[in-house]
């Protein structure tokens, strides 16, 4: 079945240094979501792209599609301690059923 | 607007036991999901709806069952609980697929089967 793979599982930074986190599709995708989720909640939508090539930014964070539209990253720059928390690509291949990364991980050390 | 909105929070269940999960949304959507989180993975999707009346399976919709009689509710029924069944499991619901399929999700059940 199709998979969505996220890398890496963890990430451990120092305030103010960047993060990036990547997600493959062995198939193409319609639309990539990303999502943040806070320890202990709840998945929060954090952006949709759509188009092949697609590049989004969110203040300190850049989200990109890859022009196949089988893989996205978003980066994060200046990392600060809100950051903190797991961050998912969602690929759908469309009709709405979303295959989920496995997240990864963010830890700001102060 | 309260959003999703899930009970219980918690539950503890015994091997055998059944349950139902309720969720709910005040958003008028008309896509509802439900998901299952297990610790250190992503979600997967257990069932979904596209509307009233109508529903289908996800990646794993073994030991489970949906119903969806109102846009507004959607629960999750567990027959014959297990431990693989031990997750937390959220609802979410969206507008439409289309240009912005943003998913909203509610709070989470945290659900343990001994």
């Known amino acids: 079945g199709q998979q969505v793979m996220q890398i890496p599982q963890y990430q451990h930074v120092q305030e103010g240094e960047d993060f990036t986190t990547y997600c493959n599709s062995s198939?193409?995708?319609?639309?990539i979501q990303w999502y943040k989720q806070r320890p202990g909640g709840h998945p929060v939508f954090l952006i949709q792209?759509?188009?092949?090539?697609e590049v989004k930014k969110q203040k300190r964070l850049t989200f990109q599609f890859g022009e196949a539209k089988k893989n996205s990253s978003l980066h994060i720059t200046a990392t600060q301690t809100t950051d903190v928390g797991t961050y998912f690509c969602a690929g759908d291949k469309g009709g709405g059923k979303l295959i989920f990364g496995q997240g990864t991980e963010l830890s700001v050390k102060p | 607007n309260a959003g999703v909105t899930q009970t219980p929070k918690f539950r503890i269940l015994k091997i055998g036991q059944s349950m139902t999960l309720q969720c709910a949304q005040d958003?008028?959507?008309?896509?509802m999901y439900w998901y299952r989180q297990d610790p250190g993975m992503g979600l997967k999707l257990i069932y979904y709806s596209v509307g009233a009346g109508i529903t289908d399976k996800g990646e794993v919709p073994n030991g489970y069952n949906v119903s969806r009689s109102t846009t507004e509710d959607f629960p999750l029924r567990l027959e014959l609980a297990a431990p693989s069944q031990t997750s937390v499991y959220f609802c979410a619901s969206s507008y439409s697929t289309g240009v912005s399929d943003e998913q909203y999700f509610g709070p989470g059940t945290r659900l343990t089967v001994t």
């Open positions: 792209l759509v188009k092949s090539g």
């Open positions: 198939t193409t995708l319609s639309n």
């Open positions: 958003m008028n959507h008309n896509y």
